[in-house]
């Protein structure tokens, strides 16, 4: 149910074509079915603005089936999986159409998503090693209909590579900024940019970053203001973000 | 010199009533003042639309007052500097006209901006001992001349108080979740929330909070999708991110 | 020997039919079963009112049944083993009857314990992938006897899953939180709860999550009162402790 | 609001006496008091069974102050007060009559509640400098009424020390275990009590111990059974849990 | 060359047999043979009163070989290899007589040493699963002669299993003592015995002993004196120390 | 009572002037007496061949006098007190003889013992800032009865230093190597002596220190043979447990 | 395009054969090319001095050959490339000519560059399991035509085998010291050496290592002057400083 | 002795002027004078091209005096003192002559060396805070002898003020980048810069950046090559590291 049909049910009550007491009860048994492993929210779309996703690190291929039949049954045209493993897409692509990425281990099942070209997100990774999480966050985004910029590999050892793409940057009215080791690209973005700058580390590196946690500080202490941060690797938690703000004003 | 001033030396080289090199080079000089211990940025109005900020910490009460004077003397009406003492604030004001809160040790210098109340920004903290915080994000906020909506002491112990207030979330344009100890007020208002939400994790508990550690990880390990992160106790961060997204779409 | 036959020993002592000497020694010599590799202790059931359980983790598939062997032996009628792979599994039923179960790596060898629906221990998870964990522990709390309630997926970024079901947890004489990620689960129910919240982190997660230390240190500073942790993935500790609980005042 | 009123309340409702709405109305406006800088819970009697507690630490003395009244004037006969420093003590008795303990900080406002004597709690701790701690935890637990039972300085480089007060453990119904550096005596205790063991890692050491750390891992990788931890130096913690368990079963 | 051997040359140069100049270029030349990737130390007899030993990690098969050959070429009888694979054991076996233990992952290349049962070493364990290393521990200490006495699982959530054996203990000339998880073994036996305990943190257990942490910190917080701590999982270490000390007064 | 007084009654009994029950009675009345706030050991004579020690930090100096006293009046000629501030001493001095260093914080209460000069303990420290834990070391040793030899200041970047010493590190029964910074002087020493090391990690440093970590981590991950290692800045520790090997075998 | 090729264009600049436009385009469009994963830099040469290098790991095997060819043609006669998997070097020899060495990891694709001996550089490694970490900086700084000296196994626990090359140290204009565990050869050879001391630590050890944190704290903290350090098993970085010290004043 | 010194008594050697062995005892006796808290080391002059600088932190203001009049009467006509407090500053002012600079804690005492305004140093800092640690460094290197020239406040949040002084960087022999927060500063400058980068780490800063270890991590994962990383706030190490870089070829 989406804030449109939300907004038909409540018309119904106030006109007496319904009473209240039945549209709560369609309301209320409407947000999630028990699938005894799963509560599965159908009702994101009205909390939220934005179908729920399923998270496919950590279930079977089974569970990821049944979570997204469940959905496409409850009204989702389109569902997005994130981080499942090419053994589940195969399995899953048994019973419902997916569209798969294996860079970024990105799936979406049901129809594809018209994408809307809104606003500009700007994606900029510092190598090429973290094109993986970028890609996370790209094809998150595209999914709920915004423009997407990929500028990879400008990272700050070769401070002109981004120079280079400085308009890139001016015209976005949101930036995601994906860099491993070190993290700077975040705070010289941050810099330049007079938009709002998501920080996204990733584990890419060795030795002393351990495990992202390098990039993840240097991004937390950014002397840049507008920057935010997001988990170490978390592709998708950014350009959930991403669509949240570049959609605003809309 | 802010975007329309910029924008009224570019359209007289448009018309040909100075020349490009001539406007180059009153952009190039403008950049910065070089006091020695500081490069003051008099350009950031253009590069990020919002004067430049003095963060107070580790600076003498001579060097903030020198900045100070230096801004309000390019042109800056108002200056906001953060982290100042009392001390620094005393010496501050036989110099300029100073308006100081001591919770938050937030001081503005020059005219207090007015507030135009633009849009929403929701902030709600976890205990009476966020607050302060909480006030430095909300002082920076209103200072660039946003709305802001308190919602003080709803911490996830009693969730009751946070429920009762679900429509002041339901119509905020952005939320500031200012916590400490376990951090999980982020968490739960980004589930009933359909808008960004900054998470600020603050150093106040003890023990096993390692200065803020615990609700830092809390915060970025967050499962609720649409929440960022910014360092800890950094209520100025938050603050300056919220109004930059605010104001998008006005 | 448990509390009644100890009892039974004891009164022959008072009543002279045996002498002082002879029951310390009865009681001295049974402690334990000396392996080699391990004092297998059959006292237990004297000294914490249950019967010894073995941790499969590390040890071979011949030590868990050498183990289980002497336990049978000595009287036990059903003994737990935990974190038993399925090779350890499919090893040990050659020897003695077993009841396993592949999701928790639970399990039970001799009788299968008659459960006596002894009052309500309620064990909600964060998420799907906190299953294996809240398994171990509902497994152990039932192999005691204890009544369990299993509230599955209802973490807090959908706060309104758990509020859907708050009879069941102001029904529960104890609460087992399972959570991993920013293991906020714990203190929203301790929020709620009227009765002692056992919480154990989980390892689920990824990056800043650094192996489970996130729920830790979130679970360790709940600002609400009554919770108590165990360690990172635990099932096991949570679900002794609240078979422990549970039972005072039976 | 305590459970038995609210058990009469909802008999008005039954029997007519009352209208529902009169009834959500009075429950619904009484949960909390907000003092702007607070939301003071007068709901928790109901929902916890126990009046709130006041955190001292990091709320001023006038902070304090206003929020012991509102509770004593919301019908609260006695509000507890932890890790308040002796000069918000001072301030507080101009107001309101307390008693005041200097070594745990703990202050008592209003009339001091009488102790019932109920079931047995047994405080250890493993030396003098944990003594804190262990006052916190043990007046806490009688401030609610129920019977101490305290065991210092009986850490495990001296075992023998607490095995002579081994008939003290065994007839406990929860123990509370402090101590800092090693933090062994709690797995020390869990070993030979068949009864819930709370463990109270505390800062108490030097180098290594990293303000608790060491203890407080120590404690979460305890071998024995029925052992939880909670927070470092959380003595209130450990006594309000202790409480809840103790009274299960009365 | 040998302490003896060392002497002997000195007498020879004291009573002019031989010039000052010839034996000390016997003695400079002889410290090591140079294999390229290891300088072999044929000197340690006499700097240290105990031949070479092999760290098997981290080295081939093949350079195992050559580094033992040398030894063995240069008057060594016997070779102690520690943490070396069973492939790189039966690699080995071609070359020279090898006696290669599993569990501990030792080699003796080589005489196996008489054992000379001097004085006494305790080794005590907590678990079952510390046995490898304690094991470590244990052959290394045999192989340089010394007596050693095995009490294996006497962890403290069982304190009889060490309580019983406390003559053992008394009579032990130093004790190892072997623990993962909480390592409160140590503490515990520090506290009852009166000669030098050496701590070997193991890194048992799961969670928050993060990698053997837990019981690596609670060690060096003993609170018992006399008690000193080796690396995680160091049983050789262990071992050559308490030969050290075994030896001194002998 | 010493194990002399111990083996005299003893003797009693085996003679048969006295009772076992009476011998037991007094053993066990012996042990300790409870000051409430303190369990004073009066057996550890017998048990660890020491008498105990009162560690000052944290506790008052009314609690210092107390225990001090109590060990005075049951027969013990001389207390050792560590990390006693000099307020404490100064109030201590009022009631009994009190000996205090200030730069290692050491008092010894009664009689001063006389230096037996047994073996050889060599204490090297690394620089002049590492001298107080040195001390404490050094005066604990000499307390009972060890002849000390101090070699401060040759930490490893001027190894010369050490090399001059060599003849001084030859002759010692044990060594203790007092660093901070990063600890390489305990690996050093222990790759040129040929008795045990015990290496003691100091806070002295700053930056990446961390407080002692660095030394900690460096000494523990030593690749010399022989060496163990006791908290940071633990001379007390260090200098015990030297005591106990060097009189091994007098 | 070298240093040599950019003065040449600017000479045709300054004596008007091409424009200043026209040599801004070339140098402008040089840069980089862009092959939508890696963004090659071309232009290094000039900025740097050095041939941009190929950090192989997180890389397929195809965008290691891409971005090669891509260097290869744009004018490098020889590309180095580091931490590349022996597959990686498989594949790659189907398109270019390659040096790999499998111990290091290093591959050297076009022309073998001439080696000048220039200067002295010294890599000293601790131990046997240190070498591949010191080879990859060693082939590192002879790829750019340095004269490198390796001393492997020279660790601290053998002092004298590092002393006996006091010479090779003292020829040295910078040194390289390779050492896992507590890393306390940097310490040591800075104390000896008059030259810059590049430090490595490297991730080899065990337990309280942590992955290489051990060597790197004891570095960062030497006690001796000249000491810098690079990532935990960055030997390339060592080998790439290295050269570009060693060619001052060449 | 400096090296000057040192050639002069070796020329008497080789002409016959002293005997060999007058010589050595010359040079080995002057080597370090022992004032018991301090090994005062006069011969570093020859060893490592520089006179010994004192560590004032930690040592008390005798001490410091007593080790530089030592060292003045040794022939040193100049002492570097860091991190000396203002007070011990006062203090040596009685005996020597004593140059002292309050910001960065730097005292000369004797005569203050001329500058001979070697090669050229950059010293960069992030934010005003960094320059008391970029002071240390600047005024080390100036005692030393070589030109210096600052770029204070150039941190990457405004890129421009770094790229304005591409020159100053360009002209650089060795350059040292000082900044704390997220320390990307070292990183770009790396990136732009074709001589070796000195990393400092501060601790400039507030939460997530734990004391400094932000900028560190940060600094040790750049992915510029030619930079290494000295301990957080050490600006004398890389002051005297620069000082060893800069007069390579002079």
């Known amino acids: 149910m989406n804030k449109q049909e939300l907004k038909e049910l409540l018309d119904k009550v106030s006109s007496g074509q319904i009473s209240c007491d039945e549209a709560l009860s369609v309301i209320r048994t409407e947000p999630y079915e028990d699938l005894g492993f799963a509560k599965v929210d159908h009702h994101r779309g009205v909390r939220q603005g934005a179908a729920e996703v399923i998270y496919g690190a950590g279930k079977t291929s089974e569970q990821?089936?049944?979570i997204t039949v469940s959905m496409l049954n409850h009204g989702e045209s389109s569902v997005l999986i994130t981080r499942m493993s090419s053994d589940a897409a195969d399995f899953l692509k048994n019973s419902v159409p997916l569209k798969y990425d294996t860079l970024s281990k990105?799936?979406?099942a049901g129809e594809v998503p018209q994408n809307n070209n809104i606003g500009n997100?700007?994606?900029a990774s510092g190598g090429t090693s973290d094109i993986p999480v970028a890609e996370e966050a790209a094809l998150?985004?595209?999914f709920y209909g915004n423009k997407v910029s990929r500028l990879y590999d400008v990272g700050v050892s070769g401070i002109h590579r981004l120079m280079d793409n400085i308009d890139v940057i001016s015209n976005a009215k949101v930036i995601i900024a994906v860099a491993g080791m070190e993290g700077a690209l975040a705070s010289v973005i941050g810099g330049v940019a007079d938009c709002p700058v998501?920080?996204?580390?990733?584990?890419?590196g060795y030795g002393a970053n351990?495990?992202?946690l390098s990039a993840l500080l240097s991004m937390l202490n950014s002397?840049?203001?507008?920057v935010s941060v997001v988990n170490i690797d978390n592709?998708?938690?950014a350009g959930y973000l991403a669509n949240m703000i570049n959609k605003i004003g809309e």
Chains 1, 2, 3, 4, 5, 6, 7, 8 share one sequence.
């Open 106 to 108: 990105i799936g979406i």
């Open 235 to 237: 592709g998708f938690g």
């Open 64 to 66: 990821i089936e049944k």
């Open 121 to 123: 997100i700007v994606i």
């Open 198 to 204: 998501i920080a996204v580390p990733t584990s890419v």
């Open 223 to 226: 002397c840049a203001s507008g």
């Open 140 to 142: 998150t985004a595209e």
């Open 210 to 212: 351990f495990g992202g």
